[in-house]
């Protein structure tokens, strides 16, 4: 059984850091692509970034650009998220995703963790 | 960037309703389209998968449809557990979801 566990979420300053972390288990991590997703309170999902099983590509959205970094551990069945001068806007529950295909990077999301609270205030 | 506008963005209904949900992407994006239902406070669960392949598990009265630039998601007899918000994402460049739909009881 797949299993995405996420952890990292917490209350944070405007202008400050944060790194999510997501443990990967059920599956054969270093084959697939990793993603993640927000939702702010009471909105919709908004793909944040995505990163090949190799670690080798990365995608971003503009929204988070030179902000966020994504990186993972292939060793330890792990997906991070480096998430740098956080604003209000990035107030969300934060969903790590599994790609649903081995031989694409691009492709639908077929598992979701029951995400973490990422709460930008002073 | 892909914009995808979902409609309607409420749907009110009974149980044993068909319901459609439309879903239209700014541009083409061949058959490279994915449903999820979101309960409140639980993650999204993917539904279908490019465009009218269905998950494993999930029952058979979901369905999708469609490709190019007009997609659509039925469920043939609504259920209880069906009432929910539904979400369309394209990835046919990057990602990007549409802004949801919201089932609920009529």
Redesign the interface.
């Known amino acids: 059984e797949v299993q995405l566990l996420e952890s990292g979420g917490d209350l944070v300053q405007p202008g400050g850091s944060l790194r999510l972390s997501c443990a990967a288990s059920g599956f054969s991590f270093s084959r697939y692509a990793m993603?993640w997703?927000r939702q702010a309170p009471g909105k919709?999902?908004?793909?944040v970034s995505?990163i090949s099983g190799g670690g080798d590509r990365t995608?971003y959205?503009?929204s988070v650009k030179g902000r966020y970094t994504i990186s993972r551990d292939n060793s330890k069945n792990t997906l991070f998220l480096q998430m740098n001068s956080l604003g209000a806007d990035d107030t969300s529950v934060y969903?790590c995703a599994k790609v649903?295909d081995t031989a694409m990077v691009?492709?639908?999301?077929?598992?979701?963790?029951?995400?973490t609270l990422v709460t930008v205030s002073s | 960037d892909i914009q995808m506008t979902q409609s309607p963005s409420t749907l009110s209904a009974s149980v044993g309703d068909r319901v459609t949900i439309a879903c239209r992407p700014s541009q083409s994006i061949s058959n490279w389209l994915a449903w999820y239902q979101q309960n409140p406070g639980k993650a999204p669960k993917l539904l279908i998968y490019k465009a009218s392949i269905l998950e494993s598990g999930v029952p058979s009265r979901f369905s999708g449809s469609g490709s190019g630039t007009e997609f659509t998601l039925t469920i043939s007899s609504l259920q209880p557990d069906d009432f929910a918000t539904y979400y369309c994402q394209q990835y046919n460049s990057m990602w990007t979801f549409g802004q949801g739909t919201k089932v609920e009881i009529k």
Do not use: K, P, Q, R
């Open positions: 993603s997703v919709g999902l908004e793909w995505t995608f959205a503009d969903y649903g691009i492709a639908h999301f077929d598992n979701w963790g029951l995400g």
